[in-house]
């Protein structure tokens, strides 16, 4: 019934409107029907045109004269007409239609009435309670703080124009800080739940809580008695929030000293318990025992025993709390020291002996001696003893035993040298400055079976005397073992070097060199070897003519999967030159032959060597036309080019070879009758 009496009223608007428009015929002079209970002062025939104007002026501008609360938010840019502006002006009363009689509802609330219309095209999202609150709860008189509200034409009821989108202009009265925090009430509630400030960081106030302040609830800070507080209409206490004191512990606790020391507490308590003290900041120099280097790390229970009963503990001697670790045996010039005297509190290692005060020693330390760390000879032995009360695990010595290399140093060849002039000594052949490179000369090797010649002799001595590694980790004094070096090894070449003849070189084997490697190869370099060329006849194929100029690797193949140096053993074995030992007397055996095998009907089946030398390929030197073919060379062919005769013809394969053989020996198979034509 509802929404047929809002068709009816629109109609009715409509056929004044258009009655209304400039320049259109009189369609209606009379009222379509009485005006809504609203807009009751306005009825009459007489009044018509204060809303529908004299035809010079839209509906809607009359309509906005009337409703300057309505015009005043649209220039804001707020409410639902704001948020509409993209209707044209002249259709207000496509929304609020008139003349349907005194007790029809001027606003078009849709399909599903008030209860359905969407807050958000007001501009103002309902969340929260406020979702769930009654339209009439909010949008009443006592709301109406908005400067829109003083100007409705509305002389009763709330409407809905008016209200502002501000907590407090509504919740005024529900404000327990009493302004105390601003207006601004969203920074920390939200509309889901006044009561709980979920949004409020107090990490981001001016006092973060920390520790077990962050325990406490707000009431016991913001609502504690001695504030003075005052109650509420309903008898609450009204919390103070801003501001309040918190520069000092004491506006909050109670001093349990009473005064007697005068330090602010937070220079001993932290705020993760008032029984748990803030070593790290107490200022321990104001006693008579500051506390630096590794002091300072040291627990308070240490010194002071457990619950710091210990007020005045012993602190005049190391020793006073450190036990010794030499015990007693730690002098200077003679004299009994305390650990002072070598330590600091900094760190008790290294100690701040000094090189040059060692030199006053029985062993003054020189070259890389003067590097090494103290705990190296100083060894701390595992020796477990009681001083009094303390119980000592480890016992540095002060006075090892140094009489000789050995007294420090493991031997690490295996008394090869027991037998030398030194005797083993490494004094021998390695000083003090640096036990590698050794200070075995080469002179000196020279007298023994491999002198250390050609590429040999920059070869630091571990490339031949490869360390040993030793397979247990400890010596039985608990030192670490050096590496095992052999010194005394054997001279040959394939000692060190793999063989890639596979032996068949070996001095002694039957049709090998009587000098082994050394009659091929020197000490200078592995390769190119030192053969010459006319030994090679040795071999089953003398090198004669143009194949002295040959590199090895041309014929020999196996050369190019080789490295230039000889491999080492123990490192990747290198290709084999197993050379073959079949002779290779006949040049097919490596050369092809051009000729394809055009004479291998003559004597010799066509050796090469029956017509060409070593020399050069290129021209049969040895072949004698005359005596060597069918065909003697006389008269005017001694004058023709063998090209000639010999001519290159191309393959059906590819490529192209010269025919020697057969060619006719008739004159007519070579000439013409002069016309063109063979006779």
């Known amino acids: 019934m509802m929404r047929t009496r809002w068709r009816v009223a629109r109609w009715r608007v409509a056929l004044v409107l258009l009655a209304a428009t400039p320049g259109a015929p009189l369609l209606a002079q009379i009222s379509p029907g009485p005006l809504a209970k609203a807009h009751a002062k306005l009825e009459g025939p007489t ?99 908005s400067p829109a509200a003083a100007l409705s034409p509305r002389v009763s009821g709330a409407g809905w124009m008016g ?16 302004n105390t925090l601003g207006a601004q009430c969203e920074k920390c509630h939200d509309a889901a739940d006044w009561k709980k400030p979920v949004l409020f960081e107090h990490a981001k106030s001016d006092y973060p809580l920390t520790g077990k302040h962050a325990d406490v609830s707000c009431d016991k800070c913001h609502k504690s008695p001695r504030f003075n507080l005052r109650p509420d209409a309903k008898g609450r ?73 210990k007020k005045t503990p012993a602190f005049a001697r190391c020793a006073d709390c450190h036990a010794d670790a030499h015990y007693g045996r730690a002098t200077l010039a003679g004299q009994a020291v305390d650990c002072a005297a070598c330590h ?78 030194g005797r083993g000594e490494c004094a021998g052949c390695h000083d003090e400055r640096a036990w590698s490179p050794s200070s075995y000369t080469l002179a000196r090797h020279a007298r023994l079976a491999l002198p250390l010649e050609g590429a040999h002799a920059p070869l630091p001595c571990s ?91 041309d014929c020999h193949k196996q050369f190019g999967a080789r490295s230039s140096g000889g491999a080492l053993r123990g490192t990747t074995p290198a290709a084999h030159l197993a050379f073959s030992t079949a002779p290779r007397a006949a040049c097919a055996s490596c050369h092809a032959d051009p000729h394809e095998g055009q004479f291998a009907s003559r004597p010799q089946r066509g050796a090469c060597e029956s017509c060409h030398e070593t020399d050069r390929w290129v021209g049969a030197a040895r072949f004698v036309h005359d005596r060597d073919s069918s065909f003697p060379l006389a008269g005017a062919h001694s004058r023709v080019p063998c090209a000639a005769c010999h001519i290159a013809a191309a393959q059906s394969g590819g490529g192209t070879r010269v025919r020697y053989r057969p060619l006719p020996l008739a004159c007519e198979g070579c000439h013409t009758d002069g016309k063109g034509k063979r006779p």
């Open 463 to 553: 490339r031949c005397h490869v360390p040993v590694r030793p397979v247990a980790p400890l010596a039985s004094n608990g030192r670490a073992l050096t590496a095992t070096v052999p010194l005394r090894i054997e001279a040959g070449c394939a000692s060190c070097h793999v063989d890639p003849h596979l032996g068949r070189y070996d001095a002694g084997r039957p049709g090998a060199p009587v000098d082994g490697c050394r009659a091929c190869h020197d000490a200078r370099r592995f390769v190119p070897a030192t053969l010459a060329a006319s030994r090679h006849a040795a071999y089953g194929f003398a090198l004669d003519g143009a194949h002295r100029a040959i590199p090895c690797r």
């Open 344 to 421: 600091r509190v900094e760190g008790f290692t290294p100690s701040t002996y000094t090189v040059a005060q060692h030199g006053s020693t029985p062993y003054p330390l020189k070259g890389r001696h003067a590097e090494v760390r103290c705990a190296l000879c100083h060894v701390a032995s595992d020796t477990t003893l009681r001083t009094g009360t303390r119980r000592v695990m480890r016992r540095v010595s002060l006075r090892p035993v140094a009489t000789s290399c050995s007294s420090c140093h493991a031997e690490a060849h295996q008394g090869a040298l027991a037998r030398s002039d």
């Open 163 to 178: 209200l502002e989108t501000a907590c407090a202009s509504c919740h005024e009265r529900d404000d327990v800080h009493r």
């Open 47 to 145: 009044k018509c045109v204060e809303c529908h104007g004299l035809r010079k002026e839209p509906m809607s501008q009359r309509c906005l004269a009337c409703h300057k609360e309505v015009a005043w938010l649209i220039e804001r840019g707020r409410g639902v007409h704001a948020k509409s502006r993209n209707v044209p002006a002249e259709e207000c009363a496509s929304c609020h239609p008139d003349h349907a009689g005194s007790d029809f509802e001027l606003i078009d609330w849709g399909r599903e009435g008030l209860a359905g219309f969407d807050h958000r095209r007001a501009g103002w999202v309902l969340d929260g309670k406020h979702a769930k609150a009654k339209c009439v709860a909010c949008h009443t008189t006592a709301f109406r703080a």
């Open 237 to 309: 206490m009204i919390g103070r929030y801003k501001p309040l004191p918190f520069a000092d512990c004491s506006a909050c606790h109670t001093d349990p000293h009473k005064g007697r020391l005068t330090a602010a507490c937070s220079s001993c308590h932290t705020t993760r318990g008032f029984r748990e003290l803030d070593r790290k900041d107490f200022d321990h120099k104001a006693t008579r025992y500051p506390l630096n280097g590794k002091h300072v790390g040291v627990s308070c229970e240490s010194c002071h025993g457990v619950g710091l009963t």
